[in-house]
């Protein structure tokens, strides 16, 4: 009996081990953003994009031996949410996140991570702050900042509408008041100055007050700092006050949801969003994986694809999946992803190219945008 008690136990021991040996052969890495809300299009961008890299990593072996396990997290582009959601990942072992989308949840969030030493990338946030003051040095991004989309933005609204009456607007928000002042101040640098410099409430239905308002100051151009709502109900309301009006505003309109909100409103509006990397040769393979899958990689689907490659490479180069590893070789490496390629400058930000410009010019136009 006593024998087969010990037997017992050791068998008991082995499965134990085993399974030890099993969790060290799995890596856990997250994408968190807006799953559910009002920006849920937006967070859907995030998960698509991170889903197919795990499925793809994965048909190759995983990393380093390692099969990859990717967690989603929803911070409905709250604060709070959002720092809840980071302490979730962190508490279950995630060394790499993919997120978050809104700037005022990556801000945040960031602190959370730094803390922790776990390798945070935006696929999407563009507050400065969000490198500028970043607690660690973890944080990274692998879209553009609001102080270069405001430069071209302000730029472009300054040469080709000199003049106008321009308005600017914005939400509150840490990435539209960022992304309006940004763009104002270089509207100025170029010799315009605004007509009219407003802050709205995010998430009404109604804007009719706010549109009269540009009506009664004759504005020409309305540039907007804030999502792809709220913007589509004021292009709608400002074609039923009979104004022509040209709407701009940033990458947070980078979804054929505009569209669907606007109609024919829509007709003309311009955004700024980098190259779309659906052209580039780098994104042919990815690009035909998910349209036989139904889907179409738009807006910042890429973005986070490419924001997990650089997790892949630099985990290879590294030949750790460790953050700390995995961060060294980030900030040492050039990454071959399906945007393109990107290096990382000290502060985590990608550095511009002229090969590569951070942002162009994009115009809705019969139902869909296109590059200008």
Known sequence: ?????????????????????????????????????????FGEQLKYGAEMWEKDVNSKGGINGEKVKLVIGDDACDPKQAVAIA??????GAVYVAGHFCSSSSIPASAVYSEAGVVQVSPASTNPDFTDKAKSDHIFRVCGRDDQQGEVAGKWIADKYKGKKVAVIHDKTAYGKGLADETKKNMRK???????????????????????????????????GGYHAEAGIMARQIKDQGMKVQIISGDALVTQEYWNITGDAGEGTLMTF????????????????????????????LYSYAALQVFEQAATKAKSTKSNDVKKAMRSTSFDTVIGT???????????????????????SKGSYAPL
């Open 87 to 92: 302490n979730k990942l962190v508490g279950m």
């Open 342 to 364: 990107i290096n990382f400058d000290k502060k985590g930000d990608v550095i511009a190219t002229t090969k590569d410009p951070l942002y162009i010019f994009y115009k809705f």
């Open 274 to 301: 980098g190259p779309d990397p659906r052209g580039k040769a780098s994104a042919r393979k990815v690009v035909k994986k998910f349209e036989d899958a139904g889907l179409n990689p738009e807006g910042y689907v």
């Open 190 to 224: 170029n010799g315009t100055k605004e007509t009219l410099y407003e802050a709205y409430t995010a998430g009404e239905k109604d804007y009719s007050a706010l549109v009269s308002k540009l009506k009664s100051k004759k504005i020409d151009v309305l540039y907007i």
């Open 1 to 41: 009996m006593l024998r087969t008690f010990k037997k017992t136990i050791s068998l008991i021991a082995a499965f134990l081990m085993l399974g030890t040996l099993s969790a060290k052969t799995e890596v856990i890495v997250a994408s968190a953003g807006p799953m559910t809300g009002d920006l849920a299009v």
